[in-house]
């Protein structure tokens, strides 16, 4: 079992930035791709994010890209999202998400499919004011 759980989200002007961060516990961390995915209200949920295991590599959605950045820290097994230039249109539920996939594979093989994930935290709420 991997036990996930965000933090930082909050209100926040547009414009204006968050950062949000995801603790997990339990199995082995650096076994797993991690990924954050958001959905607002009456939406599906949605990929924003996924880093591979060693965090060298990222990959993001066309909405986000040049505005976030994903990380993570294997020591402080932690993964980040830092949310820059935010607009009303991110306002969502933002969740974190692990998935264990052998190295074998290229990280981000099927990334954006939210079944692929094998763990999930509860999700932290972002809002943004025009």
């Known amino acids: 079992q991997v036990q996930l759980v965000e933090s930082g989200g909050g209100l926040v002007q547009a414009g204006g930035s968050l950062r949000l961060s995801c603790a997990a516990s339990?199995?082995?961390?650096?076994?797993?791709?991690m990924a954050w995915f958001r959905q607002a209200p009456g939406k599906e949920r949605e990929f924003v994010a996924v880093?591979?295991?060693?965090?060298?590599?990222?990959d993001y959605a066309d909405s986000v890209k040049g505005r976030f950045t994903m990380s993570r820290d294997n020591t402080k097994n932690t993964v980040y999202l830092q949310m820059n230039s935010l607009k009303p249109d991110d306002t969502a539920v933002y969740y974190c998400a692990a998935r264990y996939l052998s190295r074998s594979f290229y990280y981000a093989t099927g990334a954006q499919d939210d079944s692929k994930y094998d763990y999930w935290g509860q999700g932290t709420q972002v809002t943004v004011s025009s």
């Open positions: 339990g199995r082995t961390f650096s076994n797993y791709v």
């Open positions: 880093i591979s295991w060693n965090g060298r590599s990222t």
